[in-house]
């Protein structure tokens, strides 16, 4: 069992940057893969980031790239997503996702985090 929490969430302005934290209670080297997803109210949850076991390998949706980076430091057994840029749309529910069964980007991982707000104010 694997438990994820994730912490760094807040309230922040449009055009702000936070930076999200997941801290996993196993080695994060033995999972072969790690991502981020957020839900907004009334709308399912979808896929943010991904990285692959080594970190040599990122994903990203379409929505967030260039301006978010995911990253892991297997050493501290934690994953990272650096927000930039945010706009008021990045408002969700933030989770942290461990092992993935079927594809970094569909939401088939083993273990989910609680999730962390992040808020974007216009």
């Known amino acids: 069992q694997v438990q994820l929490v994730e912490s760094g969430g807040g309230l922040v302005q449009a055009g702000g940057s936070l930076k999200l934290s997941c801290a996993a209670s196993?080695?994060?080297?033995?999972?072969?893969?790690m991502g981020w997803f957020r839900q907004a109210p009334g709308k399912e949850r979808e896929f943010v980031a991904a990285i692959n076991k080594s970190g040599g390998t990122t994903f990203y949706a379409d929505a967030v790239k260039g301006r978010f980076t995911i990253s892991r430091d297997n050493a501290k057994n934690t994953v990272y997503l650096q927000m930039n840029s945010l706009k008021p749309e990045d408002t969700a529910i933030y989770y942290c996702a461990a092992d993935p069964r079927e594809g970094y980007k569909t939401r088939s991982y083993n273990y989910w985090g609680q999730g962390t707000q992040v808020t974007v104010s216009s």
């Open positions: 196993t080695r994060t080297a033995s999972s072969p893969g």
